[in-house]
């Protein structure tokens, strides 16, 4: 793994919290390589939103309770076109892939939020993937390495998605690419409402199929 993607998952998992100075000479040596790659780093990491050049340096990038909301603004809109496209595009493996995400939602334990927020992000994910936009994909994903930061923003509302399941057992059958962006942009915030209506999107074609 090279020193962008080090840095960057140790900013994610918040081994690196806010404000936490990133000078070069320190991160060279602690990676044991030279300054060139810890310069070109932190720059990827600027552009990723992710470190800031502070009074003293460059320093970790902290994120105000208004910048999350509108991350999760601008999430909820792409993730409603990332449904669209899944309903559109998702193959029989799309598909099985989901079914076997949502199975792990189910058995996810609620006092494991450790297991809570992985299985959120491979439902999330598997939703990205199906949509087979490479665009989207990469968006989404930077999007979500800023919110992983603050999982008690993701994790509140979790339980809710245990007590849904897609109707039917057949998933195949279900797809409508019409129901994607107005059915997710009235869906509130909540990280259970996301979900319950991105599976709806993707899987249910009307209000027969439930």
Known sequence: MDVYHQLREAIVDGTLPASAPLTELALAAQYNVSRTPVREALRRLEQDGLVERGARGMQVRGRSPEEILEIYEVRITLEAAAARAAAERRTDLDLLKL??????????????????????????????????????IDLLGRLHAHLIRYRETIGAALPGWQNHSPGGGD????????????????????????????????????????
């Open 99 to 136: 079914e076997q995400v949502h199975a792990a939602m189910l058995a996810a334990s609620t006092d494991d939020p450790e297991r809570l927020a992985t299985t959120n992000r491979k439902f999330h994910e598997a939703i990205w993937a199906m949509s087979h936009n490479a665009t989207l």
């Open 171 to 210: 998933w195949s059958e279900c797809a409508d690419p019409r129901r994607g962006r107005e059915v997710m942009l009235s869906s509130g915030r909540t990280a259970s409402g996301q979900m319950l209506l991105l599976l709806n999107v993707v899987l249910h074609p009307d209000p027969g199929c439930t």
